[in-house]
T-cell receptor, first 116, second 111 residues
Framework: EAGVAQSPRYKIIEKRQSVAFWCNPISGHATLYWYQQILGQGPKLLIQFQNNGVVDDSQLPKDRFSAERLKGVDSTLKIQPAKLEDSAVYLC??????????????FGSGTQLSVL | AQSVTQLGSHVSVSEGALVLLRCNYSSSVPPYLFWYVQYPNQGLQLLLKYTTGATLVKGINGFEAEFKKSETSFHLTKPSAHMSDAAEYFCAVSTFNDMRFGAGTRLTVKP
């Protein structure tokens, strides 16, 4: 079974620039999550999708962050403009439908963003 | 919303010694509880999970955790540490598919 795919693996940008991350979840997984993991901290949920609808984006800084999940499959997370404090690893995760182990999340390897 | 507190950001043990990583949670509804491990430059890997039923849960690599509702705890243990156990460990709590993580505990294993 293929895992959660994320790209790019690393990204270095200057502050005020824009950046986008891509995630392809495991086939058939209805729920998709984006987490931000700052060095030395646990992952923080940014946004949760159920199919292509947003379930929870309460911790997403909407003035600069946006995310979409077209057709309920792939997802992109964008930061525009980036700030120094956005330097972190951005993790994508997906989970199966309810009744099929939906409580278990499968994580991608993440995108490490450095904002200079 | 639910939350997790991991006691001790760094734990150091000798090879062969007991590993004990502490996790306490807060939730207004019965939670699902998880332990994840993260090796350097890798993604999070599920060690074990508690959903319902038996409160002592066994996971991969010889780890186990016990759900204690009265203490709101879900501590992770392993009887004998191995060098390959050195990693960052995260406790997480989930309700209604909303998963929140603790800050993590870095485990160091000394030879």
């Amino acid at each position: 079974e293929a895992g959660v795919a994320q790209s790019p693996r690393y990204k270095i940008i200057e502050k005020r620039q824009s950046v986008a991350f891509w995630c392809n979840p495991i086939s058939g997984h209805a729920t998709l999550y984006w987490y931000q993991q700052i060095l030395g901290q646990g992952p923080k949920l940014l946004i949760q999708f159920q199919n292509n609808g947003v379930v929870d984006d309460s911790q997403l800084p909407k003035d600069r962050f946006s995310a979409e999940r077209l057709k309920g499959v792939d997802s992109t997370l964008k930061i525009q403009p980036a700030k120094l404090e956005d330097s972190a690893v951005y993790l994508c995760a997906s989970s199966p439908p309810q009744g099929q182990g939906y409580e278990k999340l499968f994580f991608g390897s993440g995108t490490q963003l450095s904002v200079l | 919303a639910q939350s997790v507190t991991q006691l001790g950001s760094h734990v150091s043990v000798s090879e062969g010694a007991l590993v004990l990583l502490r996790c306490n949670y807060s939730s207004s509804v019965p939670p699902y509880l998880f332990w994840y491990v993260q090796y350097p430059n890798q993604g999070l890997q599920l060690l074990l999970k508690y959903t319902t039923g038996a409160t002592l849960v066994k996971g991969i690599n010889g780890f186990e955790a016990e759900f204690k509702k009265s203490e709101t705890s879900f501590h992770l243990t392993k009887p004998s540490a191995h060098m390959s156990d050195a990693a960052e460990y995260f406790c997480a709590v989930s309700t209604f598919n909303d998963m929140r993580f603790g800050a993590g505990t870095r485990l160091t294993v000394k030879p």
